[in-house]
């Protein structure tokens, strides 16, 4: 089924913008940045590569630079905002040039096929691209049983909470055209709830959004970021913020989305007024 984007269509070959944070991945960094690299450049997909640093102790930045230096495509940036997934995050969505635009992990994580199968998507016209770890065809490894555990309960309530089909809303690894960012922008979550609010934010106004299965890999160096515990009251405070968006004012967000596009576009602002008397 072809999709039915409100969103103007892209150029025959867009630009990807790909953001990747990077904290203490010195062992994993340049590995999954080289594979990305064979992957792109065998698909002649055009792209950025912004590495945002997140207050390394180690070698990563010194990496990052070294990757700079070999690639044109690659920026650096050493992030002077608190350290945190979501401002990480935040910070390489403040600078990224592309029509699209997708978050990507530096412990190797994503596949990098996947990468290509988020852009072809988006080509055909879908305003995102969801990947699932959770779906039939989807190939799982290394999942942290807990962590999993967490994950189909936390993702069957907002499935439950926002009536959608979407199975593996937390997942960071997703892929947006430009004009959704900003519509839903700017965002405010500083940790891993940045992925529930990207998601349930494009959701809740209503884009072309289709979810492909993916390929997940469990990291085999270092330590995961992610505290369960810690990350709870976070996403709780996102899904309440968001749920009662989606309840009480999706209308006005989605019209709020339209007009910004329009004048970006330069349509003429409205002559008849406010309606306000003076």
Known sequence: MKPRSRLPQLSPRPLLSIVMPACDEEEN?????????????????????IIVNDHSRDGTLGIAKGLAAARSEVLV??????????????????????EVVMVVMSDGSDDPKDVVRYYRKLQDGWDCVFGSRFRTESHVTNYPPVKHFANRIVNRGLQLLFWTGFNDLTNAFKAFRREVILDCGPYSSCHFNLTVEM????????????????????????????????????????VLKLFFERLLISDDLIEDGTASRGLAQGDPPSATGSGESR
């Not at 993916?214 to 810690?230: E, H, N, P, Q, V």
Request: hydrophobic share 45%; aromatic share 14%; charged share 25%.
């Open 29 to 49: 960094l340049e590995r999954t940045a080289e594979a990305l690299f064979r992957e792109l450049d065998d698909a002649a997909i055009p792209f950025e590569f």
């Open 199 to 238: 998601s349930l934010s494009a959701l809740i106004r209503r884009y072309e959004i289709v979810e492909i299965p993916i390929a997940w890999y469990g990291r085999t160096w270092g330590a995961s970021k992610l505290s369960l515990w810690a990350m709870g009251r976070r996403y709780l405070s996102v």
């Open 77 to 98: 940036l050493d992030s002077t905002r608190p350290s945190g997934f979501g401002r990480t995050i935040r910070e390489g969505l403040a600078r990224f040039s592309g």
